[in-house]
């Protein structure tokens, strides 16, 4: 497989080395591998702090910036960070006012921010903790106990980081931001596997006429493997698991997300979308906001996962709130 790299072992770093060249509103400490807004620790403000294996950009580095993320810890592709690095991230945002770690329910992950945080506490720093498992596929898989974190990190990140950013407290961030994750559910279907940079080819072998359904952001299998089919019967399937697991009723209000795991062209996703808009609208279901691209992805993948949160006003107010970073920008 080709890849526009030097040597698969520096990938991370280098590629972090990109993002502080290219954009002057963060800092980038290469030595602990994490992504700072240039202007923290705000005094006074809730830092909130996400981080994950790398692969899945912009997730989680371009959501750092006004409105969203005050840091973000990248590991190593598809490998959790390590608790030094995320207290480095703590220690970087903390203004006073208390973190709120937001961390996707993998087994790596939770245990290494839940190290992370109790250092921090040593210190006098406050953490709170959102756990983000909203995907419906499968209840446990490889990495995790129970549901696996994926697209609606995405929302929790925007709306508990436009709460911080009007002055909320410690609890309230957090709350909204628990709040955001009960509401919201994923499900995504991959067309093809991805390829890491160590390995240098696909994680899986899936056949051309084959698609995995319910596929995890790391490659990881899906509730089952089936011939592919067709744009509008996979949205069904999507939003059947959805529906499911977490029931959408005639006259809700939702954001949802059309994301493209790192592989899909935007015509796909926007054509996928279309089917998603056509679904909700015999359901009754209002789309209120919504976005279409590539968010949350794991490397190459062709594939798509969609989200759907049912929103309340004050989501809506913070979804709508200004946000500026490099991988999400309105309002300012």
């Known amino acids: 497989m080709k890849k526009f790299i030097n040597a ?46 790398s692969g899945h950009e912009p997730l989680h580095g371009g959501f750092v910036g ?13 490998t959790s960070p390590v608790p030094d690095q995320i207290l480095a991230a703590t220690r970087a945002v903390d203004g006073g006012a208390g973190i709120v770690h937001i961390v996707k329910n993998y087994t790596g992950d939770v245990m290494n921010f839940q190290m992370a945080a109790e250092l921090a506490a040593d210190e006098g720093i406050r953490v709170e903790t959102v756990l983000v498992d909203d995907d ?12 696996r974190g994926t697209g609606a990190t995405l929302l929790v990140e925007k709306i508990a980081g436009a ?32 390829t890491t940079p160590a390995a240098g080819r696909p994680g899986f072998d899936l056949p051309d006429d084959e ?3 319910g596929v995890g952001i790391h490659g990881e299998p899906g509730r089952r493997r089936e011939k592919l089919a067709s744009a509008k019967a996979i949205v069904r399937i999507a939003l059947d698991a959805i529906g499911s ?40 279901v209002e789309i209120s906001r919504s976005l279409v691209g590539n968010y949350v992805t794991s490397l190459d993948m062709a594939g798509m996962s969609l989200t759907v949160c049912r929103a309340d006003d004050e989501m809506l107010r913070l979804w709508d709130a200004p ?6 920008r309105w309002g300012c």
């Open 245 to 284: 697991a977490k029931p959408l009723s005639a006259g809700d209000r939702t954001i949802v997300v059309v994301n493209g795991l790192g592989g899909t062209p935007l015509i796909e996703l926007y054509l996928l979308f279309g089917e998603v808009a056509a679904e909700l609208k015999e359901l009754g």
């Open 323 to 328: 946000v500026q970073t490099p991988g999400l």
């Open 136 to 147: 419906v596929a499968v209840e446990d898989s490889t990495w995790t106990a129970g549901r």
């Open 211 to 213: 698609m995995e359904v």
């Open 66 to 78: 006004s409105g969203m993320l005050d840091a973000a810890c990248p590991g190593e592709v598809f």
């Open 8 to 53: 698969a072992e520096d990938v991370v770093r280098e590629a972090l080395a990109g993002v502080a060249a290219a954009h002057a509103n963060l800092r980038v400490d290469l030595t602990n591998q994490i992504v700072v807004r240039a202007d923290a620790p705000v005094a006074g403000k809730v830092g909130l702090v996400s981080g994950g294996g």
């Open 163 to 194: 709460a911080a950013a009007e002055g909320a407290t410690l609890g309230d961030v957090a709350a909204i931001g628990r709040r955001v994750n009960e509401t919201s559910a994923s499900f995504a279907v991959a067309l093809t596997a991805c």
